[in-house]
């Protein structure tokens, strides 16, 4: 077992094995990422791969500063989506639900994953942009605090108060749609 910043170094000098360990370690995540955030299947599959592609590219300027590796893939990622978003307008997306996947011989369980993931996009759609942010960084992808605060530019404290504000706004939002108030 290799450590992330051996195998960073090792694809910095040209090993493409150690850079694949790299994407296949970070993949899931970047595309979970990219999928809550583009809500389109075709989209996210694209944008992750030119996320990658860029990496591939800029490598050899990555400087190793003790922070997770995630958090400069996550940081291209979030690029790719803000340029994605300057070119291309919303209409005509394929809804987030086409994004997760399930078992392909439950229709009860499609149907219900997709009821309510798309009940959680809509209830995302009203939190602020920073909010929507930390709740596809922290849950969508998984991320730490500290991860999250690297990729969005913020200080810890700042992630655990947006994450507490969303959260809040998530609970009354889906509270009020389920006792229809």
Not at 73 to 87: G, M, S
Not at 93 to 105: H, N, Q, Y
Request: net charge negative; proline share 2%; hydrophobic share 45%.
């Amino acid at each position: 077992m290799h450590s992330e910043e051996e195998l960073v170094r090792r694809a910095q000098q040209g090993d493409t094995e150690a850079f694949a360990l790299l994407c296949e370690a970070h993949f899931d995540r970047i595309y979970r990422y990219v999928a809550l955030k583009v809500r389109n299947r075709a989209d996210a599959e694209d944008l992750t791969q030119e996320a990658f592609l860029k990496a591939t590219e800029a490598i050899g300027s990555y400087r190793w500063k003790g922070l997770p590796f995630a958090s400069w893939l996550f940081r291209i990622a979030h690029n790719q989506v803000v340029d994605h978003f300057r070119k291309v307008s919303k209409e005509g997306e394929v809804p987030l639900d086409e994004a997760i996947t399930v078992a392909p011989d439950d229709p009860a369980s499609i149907t219900e994953q997709r009821m309510t993931v798309a009940q959680l996009a809509a209830a995302c759609d009203q939190l602020s942009e920073a909010q929507r942010e930390v709740i596809y960084l922290r849950f969508g992808s998984e991320l730490s605090i500290a991860e999250t605060a690297v990729v969005m530019g913020k200080r810890q404290g700042a992630i655990k108060a947006l994450q507490h504000d969303a959260v809040v706004k998530l609970r009354r939002i889906v509270f009020q749609e389920d006792t229809g108030k």
